[in-house]
């Protein structure tokens, strides 16, 4: 069954860092997503990714974050000078077209300290 | 604000028993309902889709929707202890199954031996 890996599992950084979250996603999908769930919290949209260009971002997604498709295979999360609030679990998916649903990674749970 | 609402529970069934888990949804607009299943510390992993008023059924589940009354369920026969885990309601608002998906709470069902 193919996978979305995400990488790393669990990453501790100390506030005001910046961390790549990384993403490779299922090989013939062209639709990518980050979403993230705060311990305890509902799963949260940050953006969405298409065609090299982001197609919706939430409210969330401000200044502080940036997506990048770096080469054919990565899906990268970019989350500068990192906050307390940051801390949760970051989840990549990814589908295609006409699929009904789409797949999550396994998550890279983020910590800032 | 789009609110997807669940029954936080916990909802704890016997082995064999039939599991019934709600919920409601805000945007009348919505056009693709999702049933995920989230073992703790786990992403997501998506158990129905369903884009019709009335019935879908694979396996021991069974998903129904109700757009009239912004309603979507899952019914799960002959419970086992391996399906003990949050089941999240997902919704998304446009017509193909590519956008953003707006997440409930989750409801955390126990079923004991």
């Known amino acids: 069954e193919p996978e979305v890996t995400q990488t790393p599992s669990h990453q501790v950084t100390q506030m005001g860092q910046e961390v790549i979250l990384r993403c490779v996603p299922i090989s013939n999908h062209l639709y990518f997503y980050w979403y993230r769930q705060i311990l305890g919290q509902k799963v949260e949209f940050l953006v969405s990714?298409?065609?090299?260009?982001?197609?919706?971002k939430s409210e969330i997604f401000d200044d502080q974050f940036s997506v990048e498709r770096p080469d054919g295979s990565n899906f990268t999360l970019k989350i500068r000078s990192t906050k307390l609030e940051d801390s949760a679990m970051y989840f990549c998916a990814s589908t295609e077209e006409g699929a009904h649903g789409y797949t999550f990674g396994s998550g890279t749970r983020l910590t800032v300290v | 604000q789009k609110e997807v609402e669940q029954n936080s529970g916990p909802l704890s069934v016997p082995e064999g028993a039939i599991a019934s888990l709600n919920c409601t949804y805000s945007d009348r607009g919505s056009q693709s309902f999702f049933w995920y299943r989230q073992y703790s510390g786990k992403s997501p992993e998506l158990i129905m889709s369903?884009?019709?008023?009335g019935d879908k059924e694979d396996g021991r589940f069974t998903a129904q929707l109700n757009k009239a009354s912004q309603y979507v369920s899952l019914l799960i026969r002959d419970s086992q202890p391996s399906d003990s885990a949050t089941y999240l309601c997902a919704v998304n608002s446009r017509g193909s199954t590519l956008g953003r998906l707006y997440f409930g709470r989750g409801t955390q069902l126990t079923v004991w031996p």
């Open positions: 369903i884009y019709s008023n």
């Open positions: 990714f298409y065609n090299n260009e982001i197609s919706e």
